[in-house]
């Protein structure tokens, strides 16, 4: 057997696996959003009527549609920058040469990383809880009035982007402080020979430093955050008043809980269409952004 | 500033941050071991009055737990190993076996990362229920048997292989087959820990597609098992609790255990990506 014949043969179990498990059902979801594919075409595929765009055009007249998209971009826009924060917050603090027991801080901060999330978010849920929780408990003391953090609409987002931030910042943690240790000790030398602030320092070295770490890293946080699912599932199951219905969760109750598959599948492509175009147009601006700085220098 | 209170502030929000990250799961802790309705209290309680095992008998005995919890060894096993050969073995040819169109084979794959796991589940579904793997171990475990990230990662690190290494072998008459258990796997036997954490963490914390594909409750696995429990008993906080810690602890365990890997494994999936 020649190397050449032996390579497909050790490509073939995993290939065939993406293949027949991920690329086949992904053309099939394209064709499944432009049919009306629902209980009744679960039952007989005679049922089945092809409605084009129709699913796509229904689902952006829907103000449930709509809803679901600006909890997620809210969910997006607040959560990424405060998640990528305290990543780099952290990240710095453990990379300071005046801190002590560095691998017990790192791996206490990147514990809640490997939990499960429905766990962690039942944890939550209990601490949240209005008259019994310890985060009420806790600002009670400090003379605030209980919130309902889980059952007012203008809390429960944000109760849940704390939740993620919470669970996640150790993963970009650990990156950001690869970058760190990364930037060679001279430049920062070099800067405080000539008077730099600790302020200037972060500003002009750290952060160009860090610049392609930063760009990927907000990307596949960008990325992650869209598929907001499990924690408004098992926090607030979409509530209250479907202030935390994120895009997923309106596709899993489409699809599996009301069997309208080719609709589920119409939101399936939005997300996926929205969640391309919101990260092309990151890369764009930071290229740009780049090249900017180039130019000025 | 002086460097003594430079060095307190740094190690006190050092501390803090610390002290948030592990709270949640202390207080699941101590609140597994308070008996029914401790928890429910004024001021909230930090520590059980008189600890007791009363809520993970009642998990075990009444609720199931010990039947979701094998089912998530079983099927995050499953996983893992078959994960592992298919993805050792397509990374290695990605890496070191010359064919045509490799490159843009291999570029194809990593540009369908872009594509979200969810836009195939739909279709993935019906695929499943025509195969009559709908709520079964393997309906969990065959989509999960080769992944990207895993093909990309095998292929990052058996890039430094050297090629006189396998030339050698072959001009001494060894197969391809056994040029790659006897000199590549023991090569790469770093990153197939590594990896081995990554796809048995991801296994057993996943929610959504077990939730679909999982429809009755003698499969379940801890995630779902634990959903389908809050929405039953809400109101037993100290149960919850003791669910939470048989979900979180194994996999917490293994995080401690194998540390170092995991995340140079996190490392070479990304900064060098």
């Known amino acids: 057997m020649n190397p050449r014949h032996a390579a497909w043969l050790f490509l073939a179990p995993a290939l065939l696996v993406l293949g027949v498990f991920f690329l086949l059902p992904v053309i099939a979801a394209l064709a499944l959003s432009l049919t009306d594919y629902d209980l009744y ?52 603090l453990l990379n300071s040469p005046l801190a002590r027991c560095k691998p ?35 600002l009670g003391l400090l003379g605030v009035h209980p919130v309902d953090w889980l059952g007012d609409p203008h809390w429960a987002m944000p109760t849940i982007i704390a939740f993620a931030v919470w669970k996640n910042f150790g ?26 602030s600790a302020w ?8 160009p430093m860090l610049g392609p770490t930063l760009l990927m890293v907000g990307i596949l946080t960008v ?11 098992v926090m607030t199951e979409g509530g209250p008043l479907q202030s935390t219905t994120s895009v997923l969760y309106l596709m899993y109750e489409e699809g599996f809980k009301w069997w309208n598959l080719g609709s589920a599948s119409a939101v399936a492509f939005l997300l996926f269409a929205i969640m391309f175009a919101v990260t092309a147009l990151m890369l764009r601006l930071a290229r740009r952004g780049a090249h900017a700085d180039g130019e000025a220098a | ?57 009642e998990l075990f005995v009444h609720a199931g737990m010990g039947r979701y919890l094998l089912n998530s060894l079983l099927v995050s096993s499953a996983i893992t190993v078959l994960a592992l050969a298919f993805n050792l073995m397509a990374g290695y040819a990605f890496a070191k076996l010359r064919f045509a169109g490799r490159e ?58 050297p090629d006189e290494l396998l030339e050698a ?3 001494d008459g060894a197969g391809e087959g056994r040029i790659f258990v006897q000199i590549v796997l023991p090569l790469l036997k770093p990153i197939m820990v590594t990896l081995a954490i990554f796809t048995f963490l991801a296994a057993w914390n996943d929610f959504l597609w077990p939730l679909i594909v999982l429809t009755g409750q003698e499969h379940y696995t801890l995630p779902i098992g634990l959903a389908s429990l809050a929405r039953e008993h809400w109101q037993d906080s100290e149960l919850m609790m003791a669910g939470s810690v048989v979900t979180v602890v194994p996999v917490l365990a293994l995080f401690l255990a194998l540390q170092r890997y995991y995340l140079e494994g996190l490392l070479l999936g990304s900064v060098k990506g």
């Open chain 1, 41 to 92: 075409a679960l039952a007989d595929v005679r049922n089945l009527r092809f409605v084009a765009l129709g699913n796509y055009w229904a689902l952006l007249q829907r103000p449930l549609f709509w809803s679901a998209l600006g909890h997620t971009v809210y969910f997006v826009a607040v959560g990424v920058p405060l998640s990528m924060a305290a990543s780099l917050g952290a990240a710095l």
């Open chain 1, 104 to 138: 017990f801080f790192r791996t206490a901060l990147f514990a809640p990383v490997v939990t499960t999330v429905v766990a962690v978010a039942v944890i939550w849920r209990y601490l949240f809880n209005t008259k019994y929780g310890m985060a009420n408990y806790a």
């Open chain 1, 171 to 196: 993963y970009n943690m650990v990156i950001f402080l690869a970058g760190l240790q990364a930037i060679p000790a001279d430049l920062y030398e070099a800067a405080r020979i000539d008077g730099a």
């Open chain 1, 200 to 207: 200037r320092q972060f500003r002009h070295i750290t952060l």
């Open chain 1, 223 to 233: 990325s992650g955050y869209f598929q907001l699912f499990a924690e408004p599932y």
């Open chain 2, 1 to 57: 500033m002086s460097p003594r209170f430079a060095r307190a502030v740094v190690n006190g929000l050092l501390a803090g941050g610390a002290a948030v990250a592990l709270f949640p799961l202390l207080w699941m802790l101590s609140v597994s071991f308070m008996a029914p309705g401790e928890a429910s209290a004024l001021p909230p309680p930090l520590l059980p009055a008189h600890p007791t095992l009363h809520n993970y008998r």
């Open chain 2, 104 to 161: 843009r084979l291999f570029q194809a794959l990593i540009g369908a990362l872009v594509i979200p796991a969810q836009v195939a589940m739909l279709p993935l579904f019906l695929l499943l229920k025509y195969l009559g793997l709908v709520n079964s171990y393997a309906g969990v475990v065959v989509p999960a048997m080769a992944s990207v990230f895993g093909i990309f990662l095998v292929r990052q690190y058996a890039r430094a292989i």
């Open chain 2, 169 to 171: 072998a072959r001009i």
